[in-house]
């Protein structure tokens, strides 16, 4: 059986003989108190008492913009992995792994996610949803590609118009670029 209750820093939430100090509490002279406020769980099953973060910081929402990873190209969407959030240095909580769907990418029609997004690009984009899962979209001119490297060969591209060049395969790719690209410090 396992009760909730809201607690805040310093509530005793439980005795040591009963419940260990888990997630979110510590135990002194034999007592459990909480130590975040948050969500009580008595946890009877291992017989620790947990409080669980109401509002865990720095969790992405709605308009935040963030920097990603891509990690996966298909049909209609791409993964990205998103690594950090505008302006906070402190490292995220919550679900990183997010979507950008095919139409979400570019401000132009476009029905082929490669020819904007490439696995390992270095990405900024704009929350546009969190539920069920992390959503994104770079079509902003602010937003898209910010770095990238050849597939080939692993050379940082460079731009050349509105793609990418590398010197050294002498190849062009199409990307969906930021206004910014190759002049982000990450
Ligand atoms: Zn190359």
């Given at each position: 059986?396992?009760?909730?209750?809201?607690?805040?820093?310093?509530?005793?939430?439980?005795?040591?003989?009963?419940?260990?100090?888990?997630?979110?509490?510590?135990?002194?002279?034999?007592?459990?108190?909480?130590?975040?406020?948050?969500?009580l769980?008595?946890?009877?099953?291992?017989?620790?008492?947990?409080?669980?973060?109401?509002?865990?910081?720095?969790?992405?929402?709605?308009?935040?913009?963030?920097y990603?990873?891509?990690?996966?190209?298909r049909?209609?969407?791409?993964?990205?992995?998103?690594?950090?959030?505008?302006?906070?240095?402190?490292?995220?909580g919550?679900?990183?792994?997010?979507?950008?769907?095919?139409?979400?990418?570019?401000?132009?029609?476009?029905?082929?996610?490669?020819?904007?997004?490439?696995?390992?690009?270095?990405?900024?984009?704009i929350?546009?949803?969190?539920?069920?899962?992390?959503?994104?979209?770079?079509?902003d001119?602010?937003?898209?590609?910010?770095?990238s490297?050849?597939?080939?060969?692993?050379?940082?591209?460079?731009?050349?118009?509105?793609?990418?060049?590398?010197?050294?395969?002498?190849?062009?790719?199409?990307?969906?670029?930021?206004?910014?690209?190759?002049?982000?410090?990450?």
């Open positions: 059986m396992t009760s909730i209750d809201l607690v805040f820093p310093g509530d005793e939430v439980a005795v040591e003989e009963e419940y260990l100090a888990a997630e979110g509490t510590f135990a002194e002279n034999g007592v459990v108190y909480a130590s975040q406020v948050g969500v769980e008595l946890d009877d099953k291992d017989c620790v008492a947990r409080v669980v973060s109401h509002n865990p910081p720095n969790v992405l929402k709605e308009g935040d913009i963030v990603a990873v891509v990690a996966d190209i049909n209609t969407m791409a993964t990205a992995d998103v690594v950090a959030k505008e302006g906070v240095d402190r490292s995220l919550g679900e990183t792994y997010a979507t950008i769907h095919v139409s979400k990418i570019s401000p132009k029609y476009t029905d082929d996610v490669s020819k904007e997004l490439r696995k390992g690009d270095y990405i900024r984009a929350v546009t949803g969190t539920k069920p899962s992390l959503q994104l979209a770079t079509k001119d602010h937003l898209g590609v910010i770095r490297q050849c597939g080939t060969c692993k050379t940082e591209l460079v731009r050349k118009g509105n793609g990418l060049y590398c010197k050294k395969c002498d190849r062009s790719f199409s990307r969906k670029l930021a206004d910014d690209y190759g002049n982000v410090i990450l």
